[in-house]
């Protein structure tokens, strides 16, 4: 019998890398994608598994209760792997309500029904349930800034600086309650900045991209000297699958790449591979599109991440350096661009 998780917010960049490494590794597994297609998602990126019988697209918010409850009601749901969010921190600083509703009351929302579903009461999991797992997707942006030297670890105090981080790290104490509280078999993931194929174009590395192949200026914040530690995608997803199947309940697991880059390290990285592999018919570097805007508000100046528990806890290792995934990040958005335009 295929045991079914729920996935949230699959149809954005992390969650369809996840669902398709996920249905690739585990033929065991059905997985039903609750998605509310906002301008963030795209069918497309699933379409390698819209003919699987064992995936299913639901298009509904997660804030709405007795659709998230009437998914459990009739699916048997054992898992829920929690992707969705409103992420960028752009526009959680010019319409931050959007972001309140669904990070904060969406995963509410979703821990709520799992609670009904898995829990006789606290700390008694009705019969069938004992396996069931709720594992939720947070971001390092958490914890604030770092200076110029050292590393988030999971003991870090939270300092979230934006109303993205601050509404990310109350879903985050959501699920730390309903494992305290209720006993429930919760565990929590911090991530850093992710890139890869299918990420939506308003993000650093794909807007980079974009810009360049439509011979638009690049736009950077303030000097560009902001720092990110950047996780390829996929092995984002590895790591997921390991502390959904291995992790303890109740315990944070960070995931890093351990590549830190400043803006302009990224930019001139990905300019010069296209300068490479895509000349502009000018024969100027795309270099010379970099365009310095006003800073954006509350801006941390650097994240980086320690993964040693995860990576000594489950033997987590990153497959992919920032040299290696980047080719093969811009590689996909040349074939998809140049697809586009036949």
């Not at 995608?233 to 291995?246: E, P, Q, T």
Request: proline content about 3%; glycine content about 8%; overall charge negative.
């Amino acid at each position: 019998m295929l045991k079914t998780i729920l996935v949230t917010g699959g149809a954005g960049f992390i969650g369809s890398n996840f669902i398709l490494y996920f249905l690739k590794k585990y033929p065991e597994y059905r997985i039903i994608n609750l998605d509310k297609l906002t301008y963030a998602a795209d069918i497309g990126n699933l379409r390698e598994c819209a003919d699987d019988s064992r995936y299913r697209l639901v298009r509904g918010d997660i804030c709405d209760a007795e659709l998230v409850n009437g998914l459990f009601d009739e699916n048997d749901i054992s898992g829920v792997v929690h992707f969705a969010a409103e992420s960028h921190v752009d526009n959680s600083i010019t319409g931050p309500r959007a972001f309140i509703e669904t990070n904060v009351v969406g995963t509410f929302t979703l821990l709520d029904a799992a609670r009904n579903h898995w829990m006789k009461e606290p700390f008694v999991v009705r019969h069938g349930c004992e396996k069931c797992r709720f594992h939720h997707i947070s971001t390092d942006e958490v914890y604030g800034s770092l200076g110029e030297t050292g590393y988030f670890s999971e003991t870090t105090p939270y300092a979230p600086n934006s109303p993205y981080s601050a509404s990310k790290a109350g879903s985050d104490f959501l699920a730390r309650a309903y494992f305290h509280t209720y006993g429930m078999n919760i565990t929590v993931s911090n991530c850093s900045n992710n890139y890869g194929p299918r990420q939506h174009t308003e993000k650093l590395i794909p807007k980079i991209i974009a810009n360049c192949l439509n011979g638009k200026p690049i736009p950077i914040y303030g000097d560009g000297k902001n720092v990110r530690d950047w996780l390829y995608v996929d092995d984002h997803c590895r790591a997921i699958d390991l502390i959904f199947h291995n992790g303890k309940a109740g315990e944070t697991y960070n995931v890093g790449g351990h590549n830190e880059k400043n803006n302009l390290e990224i930019v001139d990285a990905v300019c010069g591979i296209l300068d490479e592999k895509r000349p502009r018919a000018d024969g100027k570097s795309y270099c010379d599109l970099i365009t310095f805007v006003k800073d954006r508000a509350g801006h941390d100046r650097r994240y980086a991440i320690d993964a040693s528990k995860l990576v000594a806890d489950l033997g987590w290792r990153s497959q992919e350096n920032f040299d290696t995934g980047i080719v093969k990040t811009i590689d996909w958005y040349l074939k998809i661009y140049f697809s586009a335009k036949g």
